[in-house]
């Protein structure tokens, strides 16, 4: 068992930047990636990029290259999810997520769900 709590999100004005934190507990941490996804209103939830506990490996899709940054902090536990250059399209709940799969740095489907901060982008 995994247990997840994201925060960092809120209202920022496009163009600003917006570090998402997501704190993860539970059993053998190191053996799990841990992904971020988003949702936006009446769309489907994307996954945006993961990193490894164990080596910190990372993935960005390349949707979002370049602005957004996957990183995690082994003493806090603590996985980061950087978003700069905010769109207005980026307006959505992101989750973070963890799963025990090699692939899941990839995306797919997770085990373990945080429950989502609200990221507002506006113009």
């Known amino acids: 068992q995994v247990q997840l709590v994201e925060s960092g999100g809120g209202l920022v004005q496009a163009g600003g930047s917006l570090r998402l934190s997501c704190t993860a507990s539970?059993?053998?941490?190191?053996?799990?990636?841990m992904g971020w996804f988003r949702q936006a209103p009446g769309k489907e939830r994307e996954f945006v990029g993961g990193?490894?506990?164990?080596?910190?490996?990372?993935n960005v899709e390349d949707s979002v290259k370049g602005r957004f940054t996957v990183s995690k902090d082994d003493a806090k536990s603590t996985v980061y999810l950087l978003i700069t250059n905010l769109k207005f399209e980026d307006t959505a709940v992101y989750s973070c997520?963890?799963?025990?799969?090699?692939?899941?740095?990839?995306?797919?489907?997770?085990?373990?769900w945080g429950q989502g901060t609200q990221v507002t982008v506006s113009s």
């Open positions: 997520a963890a799963d025990s799969r090699f692939t899941a740095l990839f995306g797919g489907k997770y085990a373990y």
């Open positions: 539970g059993h053998d941490l190191n053996s799990y990636t």
């Open positions: 990193i490894r506990w164990h080596g910190g490996s990372a």
